[in-house]
C-alpha cells in the first residue's frame, strides 16, 4: 500500500467525518433586530459557542419587535430576541409563545432607548420629557415598547397618554425619516440611532427612559412547540446565550469606583463583532454607549412582566384571559428576579 493511497485514505476519511459532524449539528432559528441590544445573540455564533453546543443557528432579521413574534408564533423562527408588545402578549396568551430568559432591560445609568425632539420642536421649547402632550410623536407600532414607554412616562410625569398624538410608523427608519423630515415633533429612539440623528443635526436627545422609568423592556423567547418538542435544544440553546450574555456583562456593564462606564480590552474584542450586525453600522463609541444593561445571568424582572401586561390589558390591547403565569418558562434560567408574591 502506498504512502500516497495512505494519504488520500486520510484525507478522505478526515472528509467524512466533518460531513458526518455537520450533519449531526442541530439546525435553529432566532429572529430579531439588528440593535446593540441583540449582541449576546452576536456573540454567541462568532466565538462559536452555538457550535460548542451543536447548534447550527441561522438569523433572521426584522425592522419592529411585533414582526419577531408573529415569525415565532407561526414557526417561521424557533427562538426571537426582541422587546416585549402588546401584540406579543397576545399571541403568548394564546399559547404559541413562552418567555425563557431575558434580554435588555432599562437600568439607571446604561443608556437604551432616547427620548427626542426634533430640531425644530426642540428649538421651540420641546426640551423635556415633561413636554409631550400636545405633541405629535413617532413610534414604531401600536402595542410597541415605546408605546408603553410612553404610557409609563405619562404616569411617572402626571399627564394624560391620550394628550400625544402618536404616529404609529412600522419601522426605525421610517421614524427617523419622519423625524429628519420635521412630520413629527419628536420620537423614541434605541441609542445608537438616537445618537446619529443628534450628530446629523436634525434632532436632540432630550432625555432618556432609564433615567425615568426603568423596566424589563425584551426577553429571549421561544415557540412553545420548540419547548415541547425539543426541550433539550432549548436547554443547549440557552447554555450558548448565557455564556455570551456574561461576555457582554464583562465587557460593558463595569463601573469604576466613582461609577462611571468604563470599557478596556474586552470591550474593545467584542465591538467588531457587533459591528458586523447591528444597523445603521455604529462606531466603537456609538457601542459603548448603547450598550444596554443585560443581566449576566439572563435573569428576568418577573414582576415587571405582570405590570407590561396589566397596562396593555387596561388600555384594552391584550386580552383580559392572558395570564403572565402561563407565558413564563422560567426553568431554563436559575434565580429569576423580583418574583410576584402569590
Not at 141 to 163: A, N, W
Not at 257 to 263: D, I, M, S, T
Not at 278 to 287: L, R
Amino acid at each position: 500500500m502506498s504512502i500516497r493511497f495512505i494519504a488520500a485514505l486520510a484525507a478522505a476519511i478526515l472528509a467524512w467525518s466533518a460531513t458526518v459532524a455537520a450533519s449531526a449539528q442541530e439546525k435553529v432559528s432566532i429572529a430579531a433586530l439588528r440593535f446593540v441590544s441583540s449582541s449576546p445573540i452576536f456573540i454567541a455564533l462568532d466565538r462559536g459557542y452555538f457550535k460548542e453546543q451543536g447548534l447550527e443557528v441561522e438569523f433572521k432579521f426584522f425592522d419592529a419587535a411585533q414582526p419577531i413574534a408573529v415569525a415565532v408564533a407561526a414557526g417561521d423562527a424557533d427562538f426571537g430576541i426582541t422587546g416585549l408588545t402588546g401584540g406579543f402578549y397576545n399571541l403568548a396568551g394564546k399559547g404559541a409563545l413562552k418567555i425563557i430568559a431575558a434580554q435588555s432591560r432599562e437600568e439607571p445609568g446604561y443608556d437604551f432607548v432616547a427620548y427626542l425632539a426634533s430640531k425644530k420642536a426642540f428649538d421651540a421649547g420641546f426640551t423635556d420629557p415633561g413636554k409631550f402632550p400636545g405633541k405629535t410623536i413617532a413610534i414604531t407600532q401600536t402595542g410597541s415598547t415605546f408605546h408603553y414607554m410612553l404610557g409609563m412616562l405619562s404616569e411617572k410625569r402626571g399627564f394624560k397618554l391620550t394628550d400625544v398624538t402618536l404616529k404609529p410608523l412600522q419601522s426605525i427608519a421610517n421614524v427617523t425619516a419622519a423625524l429628519k423630515g420635521e412630520q413629527v415633533d419628536g420620537a423614541l429612539l434605541p441609542a445608537n440611532n438616537a445618537y446619529a440623528a443628534e450628530k446629523a443635526g436634525f434632532a436632540k436627545i432630550i432625555g432618556w427612559v432609564h433615567q425615568e422609568t426603568p423596566w424589563q423592556l425584551g426577553a429571549l423567547f421561544a415557540g412553545t412547540r420548540v419547548i415541547e418538542q425539543r426541550h433539550a435544544v432549548v436547554e443547549k440553546f440557552v447554555a450558548a446565550y448565557l455564556k455570551a450574555c456574561a461576555d457582554y456583562a464583562d465587557a460593558f456593564l463595569a463601573r469604576d469606583a466613582a461609577g462611571k462606564r468604563v470599557f478596556g480590552d474586552k470591550a474593545e474584542a467584542l465591538i467588531p463583532i457587533i459591528q458586523k450586525y447591528v444597523q445603521p453600522k455604529p462606531s466603537p463609541e456609538q457601542v459603548k454607549a448603547s450598550a444596554s444593561y443585560i443581566d449576566p445571568k439572563g435573569r428576568l424582572l418577573v414582576k415587571n412582566i405582570y405590570e407590561q401586561i396589566a397596562w396593555y390589558q387596561a388600555q384594552g390591547m391584550v386580552a383580559r384571559d392572558v395570564d403572565a403565569a402561563k407565558i413564563l418558562d422560567l426553568s431554563f434560567v436559575k434565580d429569576h428576579l423580583d418574583p410576584p408574591k402569590r
